[in-house]
Nanobody, 115 residues
């Protein structure tokens, strides 16, 4: 099992930036994909960005060109969020997926973008 701890959320004005951090513990060498998902009230959880290993990345169309995901070591990933808009307001969850396709989730961190 992998435990995930997110940090870096907060309140920011539109056009601002935030960096979210995700630190994994436990069976960290089983992690294949790390990613960020978000959920707004009344909406389903959606993928924001994922990174496979230390390489290929995939982004939601709504954040392309504004957000960057990076995995800096076996247990740490960041999400750099620039040019934030009110529609980015959500709880952001870190996800770790193993080679066995097991998913582990963090508790989430709130991001609020004011207009």
């Amino acid at each position: 099992q992998v435990q995930l701890a997110e940090s870096g959320g907060g309140v920011v004005q539109a056009g601002g930036s935030l960096r979210l951090s995700c630190v994994a513990s436990g069976r960290i060498f089983s992690i294949n994909v790390m990613g960020w998902y978000r959920q707004s009230p009344g909406k389903q959880r959606e993928m924001v960005a994922i990174v496979t290993g230390y390489g290929p990345t995939n982004y939601a169309d709504s954040v392309k060109g504004r957000f960057t995901i990076s995995r800096v070591n076996v247990n740490t990933a960041y999400l750099q969020m620039n040019s934030l808009i009110p529609e980015d307001t959500a709880v952001y969850f870190c996800n770790a997926r193993g080679l066995d396709h097991r998913d582990d989730w963090g508790q989430g961190t709130q991001v609020t973008v004011s207009s």
